[in-house]
């Protein structure tokens, strides 16, 4: 499994940006898919992720109302979509896939996706985010 991230960019504080993830060598429909980010001295965090059968979503507060997951199965890809985008956005963000979520603890508890990257198998590499003030 791959997963190939792009999109991310330099922009000013308030505009938007769209981050896609292409997932190759498996089917997006069976997975877990999760946005984590890592500022510049900080730990990598959660931002977003999106289950599969179950359709839960998970938002970290700071992001709620601004970033909406989504998916396009056909296309094997997610995206976050980010809006009103602010200076503490700034950072690497990184897609990351949980195989087989029908077995995972997370699913099987109906705790929807989970936000902890511990949970995730495959990670792709960072697509810088920069927002300017």
């Known amino acids: 499994v791959q997963l190939q991230a792009s999109g991310g960019g330099v922009v000013q504080a308030g505009a938007s940006l769209t981050l896609s993830c292409q997932l190759s060598?498996?089917?997006?429909?069976?997975?877990?898919m999760g946005w984590f980010r890592q500022a510049p001295g900080k730990e990598r965090e959660g931002v977003s992720c999106?289950?599969?059968?179950?359709?839960?979503?998970y938002y970290r507060e700071s992001v709620k109302g601004r970033f909406t997951i989504s998916k396009d199965i056909p296309k094997n890809t997610i995206y976050l979509q980010m809006n009103s985008l602010k200076p503490e956005d700034t950072a690497d963000y990184y897609c990351?896939?949980?195989?087989?979520?029908?077995?995972?603890?997370?699913?099987?508890?109906?705790?929807?996706?989970?936000?902890?990257?511990?949970?995730?198998?495959?990670w792709g590499q960072g697509t810088q985010v920069t927002v300017s003030s």
């Open positions: 060598g498996g089917t997006l429909s069976s997975f877990a």
């Open positions: 999106v289950g599969s059968s179950d359709g839960s979503t």
């Open positions: 990351a896939a949980l195989a087989d979520y029908s077995s995972n603890s997370y699913y099987k508890s109906n705790l929807g996706c989970p936000s902890v990257e511990y949970e995730y198998h495959y």
